[in-house]
T-cell receptor, first 118, second 115 residues
Framework: GAGVSQSPRYKVAKRGQDVALRCDPISGHVSLFWYQQALGQGPEFLTYFQNEAQLDKSGLPSDRFFAERPEGSVSTLKIQRTQQEDSAVYLC????????????????FGDGTRLSIL | AQSVTQLDSHVSVSEGTPVLLRCNYSSSYSPSLFWYVQHPNKGLQLLLKYTSAATLVKGINGFEAEFKKSETSFHLTKPSAHMSDAAEYFCVVITRGGGGFKTIFGAGTRLFVKA
């Protein structure tokens, strides 16, 4: 069955360039999450959508980071004017969890996009 | 405050011996607890979850975990390690916070399996 799909798998960009990372969640999953995982670290929460609504963006490290999910399915994480400290793996996860639910639905992860800023 | 502590950053075992990966949590609400495994250059794969049903939870690949509320622990175990178990393991808590839910990851435990 189709899992969470992320593209590209690897992205190399020069400092100052803009990048866009795509996430295709599991069909029917209302919740979508973005995480940043630095080398040797655990994932750090960036932002969360329920359908097309961005309910929590408290983890976005700066206003250079922007995420959208306009039709409640595919999501794009955009990083403007990239810096070397943005180099990391960006993970996307989706879940059938709703805001009103019990909080017991697991998140299903894609393989991530490894971003390297030169 | 909600938090997750994985007590060991690295664990090394011999193939065929038991595995114990320790996780303690702090939560103001009844949490849902998960263990994920991450192999190199891959995303996180769900091993098992606890969601207030049975306190002993069985997962994939022979792993299991026991929820102990009195000790605020959710340790992951496996009776006999296999070489393919070598990976990074994350304990994850989902709890209420900020008007919705918060997902909190532990720092991870890297499991090494020696032949």
């Amino acid at each position: 069955g189709a899992g969470v799909s992320q593209s590209p798998r690897y992205k190399v960009a020069k400092r100052g360039q803009d990048v866009a990372l795509r996430c295709d969640p599991i069909s029917g999953h209302v919740s979508l999450f973005w995480y940043q995982q630095a080398l040797g670290q655990g994932p750090e929460f960036l932002t969360y959508f329920q359908n097309e609504a961005q309910l929590d963006k408290s983890g976005l490290p700066s206003d250079r980071f922007f995420a959208e999910r306009p039709e409640g399915s595919v999501s794009t994480l955009k990083i403007q004017r990239t810096q070397q400290e943005d180099s990391a793996v960006y993970l996307c996860a989706s879940s059938s969890q709703t805001r009103q639910g019990a909080g017991n639905q697991p998140q299903h992860f894609g393989d991530g996009t490894r971003l390297s800023i030169l | 405050a909600q938090s997750v502590t994985q007590l060991d950053s690295h664990v090394s075992v011999s193939e065929g011996t038991p595995v114990l990966l320790r996780c303690n949590y702090s939560s103001s609400y009844s949490p849902s607890l998960f263990w994920y495994v991450q192999h190199p250059n891959k995303g996180l794969q769900l091993l098992l979850k606890y969601t207030s049903a049975a306190t002993l939870v069985k997962g994939i690949n022979g792993f299991e975990a026991e929820f102990k509320k009195s000790e605020t622990s959710f340790h992951l175990t496996k009776p006999s390690a296999h070489m393919s178990d070598a990976a990074e393991y994350f304990c994850v808590v989902i709890t209420r916070g900020g008007g919705g839910f918060k997902t909190i990851f532990g720092a991870g435990t890297r499991l090494f399996v020696k032949a």
